[in-house]
């Protein structure tokens, strides 16, 4: 059986681009590999939590990957942090990543635009690190979003580097694993181009009906179309694509052909948004409150994660001190 590893931040709640995007990729494929989805709370890190709410932010996740469908009777659901091989690769791969190349990385870029004051070595070589979180378990397929490829394909880099450089074939380069249609871009309701944690644009999987409906409601659109089968703008085209995600095809066929003939009311496109967004994450969330109230289970959940990840990070470590020349006394 091939291996797929994927993982979350441990930051705020998740949204429908985290679900769309990965979580719900990881509850399909659950059957058909030796799955490995963890916590990434080192990685979350590198915006400075405060202690107070840092176990809590690893638990609401957790309960979420848990309500949503992962079952860990089938995957390896883990934290990173309780994984410390994880770490001891992150040295090692360090030696092989140039600060070139990290300094050109699109997301490390982006936040030193958006946190000048706080650009730390974490942020800078969080693609060694997440590079670690896939090669520790040597995994051939790694489900993410659109927005994480190019994390992928340093780990692609990495692996090929260390491989080259001790002459073994240690690490498989892994790919993305993609379902119909490519990888996923879930828009914000803003008219931005992506939905995420930090652009305050997200639907999340723990809001109550009056938010999501709120939210939707309150989504940027524009005038309206005046020709018909005009194309369609990019705040527009956004909704359209949150509604093929969550409705039937009736109803998005429905409301194309309203577009098209220029009778399209965005309030009824709206309303029937929201109910279906609604009719998808509430179940979820009814689960999540219920299972992030049991202790009991968490912890039995995170132990034996934590038990399947140890044991397969620890044998590839195993191969990768062996290929860098460590011999015991
Ligand atoms: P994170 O926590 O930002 O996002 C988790 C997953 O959600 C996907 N995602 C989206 N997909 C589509 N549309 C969106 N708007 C959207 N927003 C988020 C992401 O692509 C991702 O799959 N660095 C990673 C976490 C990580 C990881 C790893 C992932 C750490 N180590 C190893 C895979 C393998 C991150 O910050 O994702």
């Given amino acids: 059986m091939e291996t797929v590893l ?41 915006t400075h939590p405060h202690p107070d709410d840092f176990h809590a932010s690893v638990k609401i996740i957790l309960s979420e990957y848990l309500a949503a469908g992962l079952d860990p009777e089938k995957s390896a659901i883990y934290i990173q ?34 946190n000048p004051d706080n650009v730390n070595a974490g942020l800078l070589t969080y693609p060694v690190l997440m590079a670690s979180d896939i090669l520790v378990h040597r995994a051939q397929w790694v489900p993410v979003g659109k927005d994480q490829e190019q994390h992928l394909e340093m780990a692609r880099v990495y692996a090929r ?57 309150k989504a940027v659109t524009d005038s309206g ?22 409705s039937t095809q009736d109803t ?6 309203k577009w098209n003939d220029c009778s ?20 979820i969330k009814e ?6 109230n049991d ?8 132990a034996s994660g934590r038990e399947r990840a140890r044991a397969s990070a620890s044998a590839t470590m195993k191969l990768v001190r062996k290929a860098v020349g460590f011999k015991a006394f």
């Fill in 161 to 217: 580097r260390f491989n080259g450089m001790y002459g073994e074939e240690v690490f498989p380069e892994p790919q993305n694993l993609v379902f119909k249609g490519g990888a996923m871009k879930v828009p914000g309701l803003d008219g931005s181009g992506k939905m995420g944690k930090s652009n305050g644009n997200g639907i999340y999987l723990y809001d109550d009906e009056k938010t999501i409906t709120k939210k939707v409601m």
């Fill in 81 to 114: 942090s309780d994984v410390p091989e994880i770490c001891e690769l992150y040295v090692l791969l360090n030696m092989l990543a140039y600060t070139g190349e990290l300094e050109r990385t699109v997301t490390f870029k982006e936040k030193v635009r958006q």
């Fill in 264 to 283: 399209i009311r965005y309030g009824d496109l709206k309303k029937q948004l929201a109910a279906d967004i609604c009719k998808m994450t509430l179940p």
């Fill in 225 to 246: 179309p005046t020709e018909p089968d005009s194309p369609m703008p990019e705040v527009i085209a956004n909704l359209f694509t949150l509604l093929k995600l969550v």
């Fill in 6 to 46: 994927s993982g979350i931040r441990s930051t705020g709640h998740l949204h429908l681009g985290n679900y769309f995007g990965a979580l719900r990729n990881f509850v399909r494929i659950q059957d058909e590999y030796n799955c490995f989805f963890f916590i990434a709370d080192l990685h979350s890190l590198t």
């Fill in 252 to 257: 998005v066929d429905y409301f194309t052909e």
């Fill in 287 to 292: 689960k999540i409150d219920a299972i992030y």
């Fill in 295 to 302: 202790d009991a289970y968490l912890s039995k959940v995170v």
